[in-house]
C-alpha cells in the first residue's frame, strides 16, 4: 500500500519508525524469511554483481551536486531490534568523508559500532581510515578494549605479514603468558611466562637466566659486535 505521506508499504499498513522517528519511504514488514527479506539480482554474462548504492550530496533540490565536506556521513547500515516497547540499535556500518574532497576525489572511512550490554546506542569499535590504517577499540585519545586474534602457530602465526604470499612469518602464542615469534614457519624467539627471552630453545635453562641464546651445531656464538673505530674501547657484556 501507499499510505497518505507516500510511503510505500509492502506486507503492512502500519509504517514503522527507528529509534530516531525516522520512518522511511519504502519499507517491508512480515512474519518469515520470504516476506521479510529483499533480493537484488543481476543476470549479465561478466564478472560484475549487482549493487546497492548510497549516495548523498550538500545540495538542497534534486539532482544537485555539491560538493560534501569532511566527516559528513555518506550512508550507514543500522541494525536495530525490539526491546519490548521500542527498537533500539545493535550495530551499525558507516560511511564518511575523511578528508577534504575536491573534483575526482572523495577520500573515506568506514566504521564499525556495536552497542554495549545495559545501553541503548552504539558506540565505534573499529575504522578504516581514508589512507588503509585501521583503529580498533580507539576513541581517539584512549584504549577502549582489546583486539584479540587467534593463538596460530609457528608455521601458521595468528598475526602474520603477507608480502611474500606463504604467510609463515609472525607472532603467535604457544601458551598462556607466552609470546612467539618465527620466520620461515619456525619459532626464532620467545618471551615466557617469567619474562626470559628464550633464542634457539622453546624452554629455560637450569640457570634460569633472563637471556638465553642456544642453538645445537656450527653458528651457535652469541656475538657482540662494536663498529667503531677504536682498538681500545671494546664491546662488552654485562
Do not use: H
Amino acid at each position: 500500500r501507499v499510505d497518505s505521506s507516500g510511503r510505500l508499504l509492502i506486507g503492512t499498513s502500519n509504517a514503522r519508525a527507528d529509534t530516531n522517528g525516522f520512518a522511511s519511504f519504502f519499507q517491508i514488514e512480515g512474519t518469515g524469511s520470504a516476506d521479510s527479506s529483499q533480493i537484488i539480482c543481476r543476470n549479465q554474462a561478466n564478472n560484475a554483481g549487482a549493487n546497492l548504492i548510497l549516495q548523498k550530496s550538500r545540495g538542497s533540490t534534486l539532482s544537485s551536486q555539491t560538493i560534501l565536506q569532511n566527516n559528513d556521513t555518506v550512508g550507514s547500515i543500522v541494525f536495530e531490534g525490539s526491546d519490548g516497547t521500542n527498537t533500539d540499535p545493535l550495530a551499525s556500518i558507516l560511511a564518511a568523508v575523511d578528508g577534504t574532497p575536491g573534483t575526482n576525489d572523495m577520500p573515506g572511512r568506514l566504521v564499525f559500532s556495536t552497542t554495549a550490554d545495559g545501553a541503548a546506542s552504539s558506540t565505534e569499535r573499529m575504522r578504516i581510515s581514508a589512507n588503509g590504517n585501521i583503529a580498533v577499540n580507539f576513541d581517539g585519545s584512549s584504549q577502549t578494549g582489546q583486539f584479540q586474534i587467534a593463538d596460530g602457530s609457528a608455521s601458521s602465526p595468528g598475526l602474520t605479514f603477507w608480502a611474500d604470499g606463504s604467510g609463515d612469518t609472525g607472532i603467535f602464542r604457544s601458551g598462556a603468558n607466552t609470546l612467539n615469534f618465527s620466520t620461515a614457519g619456525s619459532e626464532r624467539l620467545r618471551i615466557d611466562s617469567s619474562g626470559r627471552v628464550l633464542m634457539g630453545s622453546t624452554s629455560s635453562t637450569a640457570s634460569g637466566s633472563v637471556l638465553q641464546v642456544r642453538q645445537d651445531g656450527s653458528g651457535s656464538n652469541f656475538e657482540v659486535i662494536r663498529s667503531y673505530n677504536d682498538a681500545n674501547t671494546p664491546a662488552r657484556v654485562r
